[in-house]
């Protein structure tokens, strides 16, 4: 009997529905609940995907830095996903991608 296929899916539909959840909840005490339990390590592993990806060098700080920088740009920008208007995943991928090329390519200009 072979192993078990394990999912290796970090942004899944529950994540997505999360981000709803967490738009529509007035509650700040909910809110942060929400995003610690559903939506941070999602985030995180998004972060960490899309800067290990598209490999941008020109920062003055660590990966690490840089990675929590993205998270805080998603999370500051959590507000404007709307239900319907396509999926989290590819929002989010874009809004990570988009921050990393604006920050890269102003490093670079100074290099």
Do not use: P, W
Not at 55 to 81: A, C, N, R, W
Not at 83 to 100: D, M
């Amino acid at each position: 009997m072979g192993r078990k296929k394990k999912d290796k899916n970090y942004f899944t539909l529950d994540t997505e529905h999360a981000i709803i959840e967490y738009n529509n909840c007035d509650n700040q005490l909910d809110r942060e609940k929400i995003y610690r339990e559903r939506i941070q390590y999602s985030f995180h592993k998004l972060a960490e995907n899309v800067l290990n990806t598209f490999k941008f060098s020109y920062f003055d700080v660590s990966k690490e830095d840089v990675q929590m920088e993205v998270v805080s740009t998603l999370i500051e920008k959590i507000h404007m996903f709307k239900e319907g208007k396509g999926k989290a995943f590819s929002y989010f991928t874009i809004v990570a991608r988009n921050y990393l090329i604006l920050n890269n390519n102003s490093n670079y200009k100074r290099y």
